[in-house]
């Protein structure tokens, strides 16, 4: 893919990266197929902040974790009112990281399929 569109992509979408993953996602990028790298840009990758939201609002019946994919700890989480709270409280501080490799999965899945 030119390099060109890998920076006009990682400006567009860099927030949905951890930082320290933006380099690793550029290469791969780069050393794509063309058809790859569109699949790349049309996937709707989730967003931090909202998950953020998402847990501080809904963390205690397990939606946070729903959404991300994890089911069963979602459901654990669900039963058990988000581990008496401590849980829920630890989600917050853990939930950006979390969604952000969530996001590098899926473009590690797109590019490796």
Known sequence: MESQKVDMFLMMNSR???PEAIPLVKKLM?????????????TPY???????IISIVGGHLGIDRMLLGETGLGIAKLLTCGGLGI????????????TRENNFTRLQQILFS
């Not at 989730?46 to 998950?51: G, I, T």
């Not at 849980?87 to 979390?98: E, G, N, P, Y």
């Open 16 to 18: 949905f990266f951890n």
């Open 30 to 42: 780069e050393e794509a197929a063309e058809d790859k790298s569109m699949m790349v840009q049309i």
């Open 87 to 98: 849980w829920t409280i630890v989600d917050w501080f853990t939930i950006l990281q979390r």
């Open 46 to 52: 989730k967003d931090p902040y909202v998950f953020l």
